[in-house]
């Protein structure tokens, strides 16, 4: 293991390489990570990158993002079949077939989609920044785009806009279910529970607090609780348990994992280093199409 980090550091400086990784990915590649985060603040870092290539440590559509976003780096994943299945679950089609029903309409598109669905849409928008987006809309109506959790979740703090849904969701928050939750809390009364809005309503109305992975970091770290339930992917145990080493933090259920952010290993990185393959490439005029939203998004979240 020392030995292949050590071979990670090397080639990484050697080729000036900014590894750029999601809390969902495994400890260990987390370890060797100029900056893990959430997907809001890595499409910052992958904005600000100085180094001339980034090797994005998460699924397919975070690398995508990254070279929308830096079309003059090359972009590089350790495996690019790692991949969120929810970023399929839209389509350009019922983006087109909602506008015409609407002269006021806003197309909002969750960053966990492919690019062809950000080409569609007016912005993009991540879990820790959703509500301040579209709140800053001025249109009364809203097509959220794929996941319906956190569109239903922005909805519900929103009254004043009209939201249409879209089915898509993320099968590691929607298998956690209320009555998981519930059967944690008669198991740890005093814990509080933190949970993701990918999650359904009915366990968000559970909820302590609602927040973005890292909006979920820090509320560990700030709250004078010393217990803590869980609504999310299990990678972020790592920083929870790294950050607050005297509080204690349960999984709502057994098997919060994401098999897409799993499949990015040490070994996998270090192959991608040596070879500098991988590249994520774009058509230049999909991929112009598809920053327009993003760029919206980092205007609009400041
Ligand atoms: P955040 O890290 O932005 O909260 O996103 C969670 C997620 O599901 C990433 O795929
Ligand atoms: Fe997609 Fe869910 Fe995995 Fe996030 S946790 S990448 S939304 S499948």
């Given amino acids: 293991m020392a030995d292949i980090v050590n071979q990670i550091k090397k080639l990484k400086e050697e080729k000036d390489v900014l590894i750029l990784a999601h809390y969902y990915v ?16 890595l499409s910052e870092k992958a904005v600000e990158a100085t180094e001339k290539v980034i090797l994005f440590c998460g699924v397919s559509f975070m690398g995508e993002s990254a070279k929308i976003l830096n079309p003059e780096k090359l972009v590089l994943m350790p495996d690019p079949t790692a991949d969120c299945p929810m970023a399929h679950m839209a389509t350009a089609e019922k983006i087109k077939a909602v506008r015409e029903q609407y002269d006021d309409l806003a197309v909002v598109c969750y960053i966990n989609s492919t690019a062809e669905i ?5 912005v993009c928008v991540t879990s820790s920044n959703a509500m301040k987006i579209v709140k800053s809309l001025p249109n009364k109506n ?10 239903r979740y922005i909805a519900s703090k929103l009254p004043e806009k009209n939201f249409i849904f879209n089915d898509g969701y993320c099968y590691v928050h929607k298998d956690i279910k209320k009555e998981d939750v519930l059967r944690a809390k008669e198991k740890w009364p005093q814990a509080e529970v933190l949970a993701h809005p990918e999650c359904t309503m009915a366990v968000l109305e559970e909820a302590d607090y609602i927040g ?7 509320q560990a770290g700030e709250s004078d609780g010393k217990e803590f339930i869980i609504c999310t992917e299990t990678g972020v145990f790592y920083e929870l348990t790294k950050n607050n080493p005297d509080k204690v933090f349960h999984p709502a259920k057994e098997q919060q994992i994401c098999s897409g952010m799993k499949q990015i290993t040490l070994e996998k990185v270090l192959q991608t280093l040596e070879s500098m393959d991988q590249s994520v ?3 230049e005029t999909a991929r112009t199409q598809a920053q327009r939203p993003l760029t919206k998004m980092l205007e609009l979240a400041q």
Wanted: glycine share 8%; with cysteine; proline share 2%.
């Fill in 118 to 122: 950000k080409r569609y849409s007016d």
């Fill in 142 to 151: 809203i097509l959220f785009v794929p996941d319906e959790n956190l569109g």
């Fill in 281 to 283: 490439e774009m058509d």
């Fill in 26 to 41: 495994d400890e260990e590649v987390q370890k060797i990570a100029d900056c893990v985060g959430d997907s809001y603040y």
């Fill in 212 to 218: 973005s992975t890292s909006g979920i970091i820090k």
